[in-house]
């Protein structure tokens, strides 16, 4: 059975910086791409950030670029989201998830089968 767990969401003042976890088990990791999402109140989900789990490419979105790092460490089947100068915005609900995808790039919640319960991030301004 696949389980995803997240880890290390809070509450943190604008310019600060949280860093997420996402344990995997019950699959090959090093097989899957392992992504994460968020999602605000009343906004749609979306991808933030996705690594490839064989290769190690990553992927981010145009609005967490240079701010967010997405990271892997296979002997732990975790992979980690450091996230700095957070901002406001950046206030969801984020959720790890993990398939084998055709494209990291796209990120398409649809392309991923199995989720995390997801972890709370509010950021103050």
């Known amino acids: 059975e696949v389980q995803l767990v997240e880890s290390g969401g809070g509450l943190v003042q604008a310019g600060g910086s949280l860093r997420l976890s996402c344990a995997a088990s019950?699959?090959?990791?090093?097989?899957?791409?392992i992504g994460w999402f968020r999602q605000a109140p009343g906004k749609e989900r979306e991808g933030v950030s996705c690594?490839?789990?064989?290769?190690?490419?990553?992927y981010y979105t145009d609005s967490v670029k240079g701010r967010f790092t997405i990271s892997s460490d296979n002997a732990k089947n975790t992979v980690y989201l450091q996230m700095n100068s957070l901002k406001p915005e950046d206030t969801a609900v984020y959720y790890c998830?993990?398939?084998?995808?055709?494209?990291?790039?796209?990120?398409?919640?649809?392309?991923?089968?199995?989720w995390g319960q997801g972890t709370q991030v509010t950021v103050s301004s």
């Open positions: 998830a993990a398939d084998i995808v055709p494209s990291i790039a796209t990120m398409r919640t649809d392309d991923f089968g199995s």
């Open positions: 019950g699959f090959t990791f090093d097989d899957y791409a």
């Open positions: 690594i490839s789990s064989s290769d190690g490419s990553t």
